[in-house]
Each structure stands twice: as structure tokens, then as C-alpha cells.
């Protein structure tokens, strides 16, 4: 078989949560993307967009180049590597040691560490790099059609495993090319209407929120949160029109809240993942979920709550353990501090 035509990525499971479905008073079920071969979502729409580069160049030399924080260069590297070429990942100072060794331990043909944001790593890939290597290609991170058709596949799937549309999708934003694969099956299905769209960041990578608090796409001036891997200074133009849209909503937890949630899925679930996951999980108690909807959507006990795990590269049992230790219990947690915004009054998305 030719290698160069596999697939990059897998089918995962859906599960539902006996412990948050009891919390929210509804059924929350778990999409699992921290078990894809790369160990994140991203398999989905970088291995779509190096397996569509690779059929362009009709089995000529490439070599890939990401700009990542971590969970993209670790999937550039493994669909790179499984379709027989190779990959060098850009990643900002900031990245833990751990991602950086990790990028090695895949394969990577070389890490290199420069900037202090995706942004900056991505400018020194395109005007140091790529000038020198004329096999080189670019992989964007999130930003690009093929990468959002092959995150669509997410919600593809979540709908053949739940037999048909759920009530709520909560999902985290860093860039925006999980959400902006989302948001093209419900509409391709006609959903968009039915399906409500929680979107995740931690303050301080608040990038989409901080936008539709503008009425403008910004820049942030640098990314304060832990949840590194959710270190975009500004989501694509694409995801800022969806997240106008009537059935989004954004939403801000601290790293704290965060890492109590990655906490709260170890504990229920045995399930190792990072703060991009954990900023999900919050939603779950306290009635925050109902609060968050309003009346837009009223939850029962029948509705149906997706949870994206999107990934669980940039966590370790020290990093867990401490979490444990500064986060849970602690009376500052018992109120959920939340930062939304206002209902947008455009939902016009342009081609």
C-alpha cells in the first residue's frame, strides 16, 4: 500500500460523562480527540492539508514546515512523518520543555525555538526558511480551508455517533480552525439554527473574545495564559464572522478554572488533558451551561452536550499534581468568574 495515501488521522470515540451529566443535569458526552494518532484534534486538519499538498506535488520531495505552540507541530510531524516526508516545527519560547522534547521524540527533522508567539514563529518560517529550502511548505496552524475541511470531520462524526444533531457544542478557540469546522457541518446539515456553539478561551489568549468586545478582529499584544497551546494573538477573519453568528457564544475562564477542569476529568474520568480541554469542563456546574444560553436553548435532562477533548499533549502527572494542590477546594473557585459578550447584532458571514 502507498503510505503517501493513507490517512493521517482516526475516528474517535464519543462517550458519554455519567459524573458532568449529573453536574449539569443533562447528557454531556466527551468527543475524544486526545486519542488521535498526534494526540490532538489537529490530526484532522493538518494531516487533510499535508495529504492534499502531498497529491499536488505528485510524489515530489517536500519538506514541511509548522509554526506551532505545540499540539499543531506534534501533528505536522506525525503526518508528515507517516506519509514519508519530512517536517520542521517553529515554536514560540514560551512552549514547555516537555512539548519541545516531545516534537523531537516524534521525528522532526528539526525544533527550532524563536519568538514570542505562533505569530512570530510563523514570520520566521516564511522570510528565513522557506527563502532556503525550495522542497519547503508552509503548514499553516489553523487558518486555511483544507485544515478546516478536515476538522470538519469532527462534528461529522459526533453526528453519526449521536444518530443526529446535539443540543450544544462546547468547544476551545485558539486559533479558530476547530471551531470554523464545526460551524460548516451545521450548516451544511441545516443546524446552525437548533445548535448552540460554546466557544472556550482562557483570559489572557482571549483573542476571539477580546475582537467581538472590539466589534473588530485585534491583535492581542502578547498571550498571558498558561494554556499555551491556545497561544493565538489573533483568530482567523473566518471564525471572528461565525462567532457573530446567533447560536455562538464566547466565553472566558481563568487558567485556574481551567486546570480545575483538567482536575475535575481526572478525578471522574481518568483522563489526562490539558487546559485547552480543562477551560471546557466548568461549564458543567454551578448551572453555568443554563446561564451561558439563557433562553436561547433550556436544557433538560434529555439534551445533548458535546464536549470536545481536543487534546492532551502540554499536560504531565507534575503539572496534574500540582494543579490538585492549587486549584481544588479553593473558595475563590466556588463562584465562576465569567467574561461573555453582548448578542452581536450582524450574523452575516461572508464568503
Known sequence: MDRRNSQPWATTPLIESRALSEAAECRVFLKLDNLQPAGSFKSRGIGNYILRRAAERHGQPIHFYAASGGNAGIACVHAAKSLGYPATVVIPRSAKPAMVRKLRAMGATEVIQHGASIAEAQEHIETVLLPLDPTGVFVPPFDHPDIWDGNATIMSEIAVQLGGKP???????????????????????????DVQVLAMETKGADSLN???????????PRITSQATSLGVVKVSERTFEYAQRPNVTSLVLSDAEAARGCCLLAEHERMMVELTVGVNVPVCYDGLLQRVLGSRKVL???????IVVCGGNDISVEMLMDWYRTTLGEEDLQETTIASVPRPTSTKLTA
Do not use: H, P, Y
Not at 457544542?169 to 476547530?178: E, K, R, T
Open 167 to 193: 443540543d450544544v457544542v462546547v468547544c476551545s478557540i485558539g486559533g479558530g480552525g476547530l471551531i470554523n469546522g464545526i460551524m460548516q457541518v451545521l450548516d451544511d446539515n441545516g443546524w446552525s439554527e
Open 300 to 306: 433538560d435532562r434529555s439534551s445533548k452536550v458535546v
Open 210 to 220: 477580546q475582537s467581538l468586545l472590539a466589534g473588530e478582529l485585534i491583535t492581542l
